[in-house]
């Protein structure tokens, strides 16, 4: 194999932990060599401890910038010199550019949901979406679709601690934008109905239906499920879970979360090198 690497070669990195199985480095690294942009991609097993050294570095070594995955994501927040819209509504940073030392955080996660609903043709700007979880995927989605002129969103969420948390951060991600975002119990079967009936897109953005819950699925009752309703989950391991099966066979479209995984790393590879990533070249390494 050819060395290209040489005393040019600039530094992008993902700091986390545990990280030896991100598919980030394979995604970023295809991508510059596509384009023939002198630059490499590494993961780094990095965890809160370390990470304003980490974070540092970016500005002593004079790097590209850097993925965080969580916790990271949160606590970076205080560490950054300026934060972008989105970061600043979710609370947390999945992507930092170096503008000459100056670190700014971005949160690519919800860009990149939103970007993989083209993949499935579907538009929910103006519209109604209800979205079940209001974890840390669910937050970065709720952001971004409510900048992007998302009309109504309604939340379905167990009443454990994320219920409680969210509260006041959906009434201010409200607030700060023109969408209307309200909080309800998962358990309330009949209130769902009604709101998915008045939705375009129906998202799980809960880890019901990986493992160790792969199998299960976010609601019981899927006489809900209609052709022209959007069903989208934010799992891709494995691909179809039974949620999207079951959506799929009453006739929905849908779609898994490898368009989010995929376009939330595009989304970070064009804020750094000002190039749109090859998508055709990427997209078959992750699938
Ligand atoms: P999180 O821990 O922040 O949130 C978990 C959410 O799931 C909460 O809303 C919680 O109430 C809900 N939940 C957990 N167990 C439940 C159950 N048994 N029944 C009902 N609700 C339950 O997690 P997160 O970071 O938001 O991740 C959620 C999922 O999103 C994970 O599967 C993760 O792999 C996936 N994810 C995908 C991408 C992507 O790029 N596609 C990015 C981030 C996260």
């Known amino acids: 194999m050819e060395n290209t690497i040489t005393g040019h070669t600039r530094l992008a990195a993902l700091f986390a932990t545990p990280i030896r199985h991100s598919v980030s480095p394979m995604i970023h690294n295809t991508a510059f060599q596509a384009l023939g942009i002198d630059a490499v991609y590494l993961a780094f097993e990095v965890g809160t401890d370390g990470l304003e050294r980490a974070i540092d570095s970016i500005k002593n070594l004079e790097m590209i910038g850097a993925n965080l995955s969580m916790p990271n994501k949160i606590l970076a927040v205080e560490y950054m010199d300026e934060l972008s819209e989105a970061a600043r509504l979710i609370g947390a940073v999945n992507t930092i550019t170096n503008d000459q030392g100056k670190l700014t955080g971005h949160n690519t996660d919800g860009t990149g949901f939103m970007r993989s609903l083209q993949d499935i043709d579907v538009d929910i700007i103006g519209k109604k979406i209800t979205i079940i979880g209001a974890g840390g995927a669910a937050t970065a989605i709720i952001v971004q679709a409510a900048l992007d002129g998302v009309k109504e969103i309604t939340v379905y969420n167990r009443k454990d601690d994320f219920y409680d948390k969210i509260k006041a951060k959906l009434a201010y991600i409200s607030e700060n934008t023109n969408c209307a975002i309200t909080l309800y119990d ?27 819950l792969e199998g299960q699925t976010p609601i019981q009752d899927f006489s809900i499920i209609r052709p022209d309703l959007a069903v989208c989950d934010v799992i891709y391991t494995p691909r179809e879970t039974e949620f999207l099966k079951q959506a ?14 995929l376009y939330q790393g595009a989304a970070a590879f064009e804020k750094w090198t000002g190039q749109e990533m090859p998508i055709e070249i990427v997209k078959p390494i992750i699938e």
Request: aromatic share 0%; no cysteine.
């Open 186 to 212: 998962l358990s309330d079967e009949n209130r769902l109905s009604k709101d998915v009936a008045e939705s375009t897109l129906l998202l799980n953005a809960t880890g019901v239906g990986m493992k160790p």
């Open 248 to 261: 799929r066979i009453r006739g929905a479209k849908t779609n898994n979360g490898l368009g989010m995984l």
